[in-house]
């Protein structure tokens, strides 16, 4: 079994997960979509304290871009009109509420099929009889629609609630988020207030991507999709121990290990050692195994590079928790922090925030990691907060008084 060192480990991981290339001098649609391709999934969150977070891993890894392509390629042409032609992604669970290829959207049919959902389903019908049925044709007939919109098209029309039905605005955004969650109905992308917009997934998937969808005759089955899940995470790892691969799209039980199995007997998977880790840890055989990373990058507090938190901890030695829901006088780094990462380390975290009405990229508090030589990472992170304002439309950024 070979083995690596873990200085190795960190510049495979880093060039699996696109850090260490030059970045674009105009990025476009091609060098987004590129992104998305080596990622494969582009976790989403609703804090919007520095930008909505899905925007910053393309950041990270291109450097300034023009954020209405991004939208395009989860939206497609026309939000409004289910329109397919540009869409390259569309939302579900996947690492949480997530951005995907849409051609992963059947691998995770499995999952839409689940006996909990299903159950849930049955639950709501069950207190809201007909109700569930009733969303589900709206959307077919009259989506993309919030759920708001969804609400007004029902029977007896708008209102915060009907006694006739028993139904309130809840169980309308419930029994929405259960078909999202079966994969009857999907995302056509989001209002500029973040709002899921509901869609059949007719008018926003493909034919050649519904025809594996669950249910049809070409839908995968849940060890196939297994293992092209965990070939899909080993390819945006480059290396990473069965926690880390199961991770990335949370896949969990027992055929994780039949799936890694499978891909190891195809040549798809090589087990190593990397020294300092204490798990048995898979190697992409395909992945770029760099001499050295350079580079500096702002990390989303929800970037895959850092999501598993064993994996970080044993490649750079870095704790990284995340601090959000954390009352204020209990946090240790602050409110939205972002890792930063210089060449191939980790050297601190940045609590961001963007003041849009001063028109300022502030910097709450820094913090570097015990050994890190400030004076030579300090003027790397200054250049990436300019160019980070520069890129929000900001005019200057506000570091902390010493």
């Given amino acids: 079994m070979r083995t690596l060192s873990q200085a190795q480990a960190r510049r495979i991981a880093l060039a699996a997960q696109g850090f260490g290339r030059e970045r674009p001098a105009d990025p476009g649609t091609r060098a987004l979509t590129g992104v998305l391709d080596r990622l494969a999934v582009i976790q989403i969150d609703s804090v919007n304290v520095l930008t909505r977070s899905h925007y910053l891993p393309f950041f990270s890894r291109l450097g300034p871009y023009d954020t209405a392509l991004l939208d395009r390629l989860r939206d497609g042409s026309g939000v409004r009109g289910g329109a397919r032609a540009g869409r390259r992604m569309v939302e579900y669970w996947a690492h949480e509420a997530s951005l995907i290829p849409i051609q992963t959207w059947p691998l995770l049919g499995f999952r839409m099929q689940r006996p909990r959902v299903l159950a849930w389903r049955a639950d709501l019908e069950q207190q809201h009889a007909g109700l569930v049925s009733a969303v589900a044709e709206v959307v077919a007939q009259h989506g993309p629609l919030t759920a708001r919109e969804v609400e007004v098209h029902l029977p007896h029309g708008a209102g915060r609630g009907n006694a006739d039905w028993g139904w309130n605005w809840s169980a309308v955004k419930t029994s929405l988020e259960c078909l999202f969650e079966s994969g009857e109905v999907t995302s056509a992308g989001r209002t500029a207030q973040f709002e899921r917009l509901y869609a059949a997934p007719a008018r926003v998937l493909p034919e050649e991507v519904l025809r594996h969808a669950p249910g049809r005759p070409g839908a995968p089955g849940e060890l196939e999709s297994v293992v092209d899940l965990l070939r899909i995470s ?169």
């Fill in 234 to 402: 080993l390819r945006a790892h480059g290396l990473g121990s069965a926690r880390c691969l199961a991770d990335y799209f949370r896949v969990r039980g027992p055929l994780v290990e039949r799936g890694l199995e499978r891909l190891e007997a195809t040549g798809e998977a090589e087990r190593v050692r990397v020294r300092g880790w204490d798990r048995p840890v898979w190697l992409d055989p395909e992945a770029r195994r760099p001499r050295r990373v350079e580079g500096a990058a702002l990390l989303s507090p929800f970037d895959s590079l850092v999501w598993q938190r064993e994996r970080v901890e044993q490649l750079w030695d870095f704790r990284y928790r995340l601090e959000i829901y954390v009352p204020a006088p209990k946090r240790t780094y602050g409110y939205y922090v972002l890792p930063f990462l210089v060449d191939e380390q980790l050297v601190g975290r940045v609590d961001l925030k963007a003041d849009r009405e001063a028109g300022t990229l502030v910097a709450r508090a820094i913090h570097w990691e015990d050994g890190v030589e400030v004076a030579g990472v300090a003027p790397r992170l200054l250049a990436e907060l300019e160019e980070m304002a520069g890129w929000l439309g900001l005019r200057r950024v506000d570091l902390p008084v010493a």
